[in-house]
């Protein structure tokens, strides 16, 4: 079935250090795809999509783009602030459902 | 105007207790979906629905779990006869239709002692 693996967490950056969060997926057909941020006490908010190949998805800094032929739709940022800190989720559209990754937790010291 | 509304947002329950827990979803949105996410873990489906109809409850994980939508609004999730490894956050979901953007309720942590 359809799956999403994202890279373990904790990962520990420095402001302004440079983010990379992985995440591939296995699916059947075309789906979309998303990253999800969930700030702590609070639900999860869309952070980013991409709808189909090649896309590149963006917001608040942060970019994914739909590499097919990899099946890969790795988050990144530039520079990270604190305000960051938080877990974030890659996730699939699949049939009247979301599947997503385990989460990988940010952590952004001063 | 309103998120996804969720209570209580938290419950703390008896092993052997029945417990229910709400949402209201955006108001509009035709699409409702429940998921629970486990410490530590990603969201997982438990079922959808489209308007008043359930029309995928195959992520319940056992007959304990029961969720209605009798009026195509608010959405009731019940738990009978809970074990501890119901313990976990249910969040709520909602969308304009089927396939468009989820919106998120903030989750209610159940904890069955």
């Known amino acids: 079935g359809d799956s999403v693996t994202q890279m373990e967490g904790p990962v520990t950056l420095s402001e302004e250090a440079f983010l990379t969060i992985n995440c591939t997926y296995t699916a059947t057909g075309y789906p979309s795809l998303f990253w999800y941020v969930q700030y702590p006490g609070e639900g999860l908010q869309l952070l980013l999509k991409a709808t189909k190949a090649d896309d590149k998805g963006s917001n608040k800094g942060f970019e994914a783009t739909y590499r097919k032929e990899t099946t890969s739709f790795h988050l990144e940022k530039g520079s990270v602030q604190v305000s960051d800190s938080a877990v974030y989720f890659c996730a699939l559209s699949g049939i009247r459902k979301l599947i997503f990754g385990q989460g990988t937790e940010l952590s952004v010291k001063p | 105007g309103a998120g996804v509304s969720q209570s209580p947002r938290y419950k703390v329950a008896k092993r052997g207790q029945d417990v229910a827990l709400r949402c209201d979803p955006i108001?509009?949105?035709?699409?409702l979906f429940w998921y629970q996410q486990a410490l530590g873990q990603g969201p997982e489906f438990l079922t959808y629905?489209?308007?008043?109809?359930?029309?995928?409850k195959s992520g319940l994980p056992s007959d304990r779990f029961f969720a209605e939508r009798p009026e195509g609004s608010v959405s009731t999730l019940k738990i009978q006869r809970t074990q501890q490894e119901d313990s976990a956050v249910y969040l709520c979901?909602?969308?304009?239709?089927?396939?468009?953007?989820?919106?998120f309720g903030p989750g209610t942590r159940l904890t069955v002692t």
């Open positions: 108001s509009g949105h035709v699409s």
């Open positions: 629905f489209q308007n008043e109809a359930q029309l995928d």
């Open positions: 979901a909602s969308s304009f239709r089927g396939n468009y953007e989820q919106y």
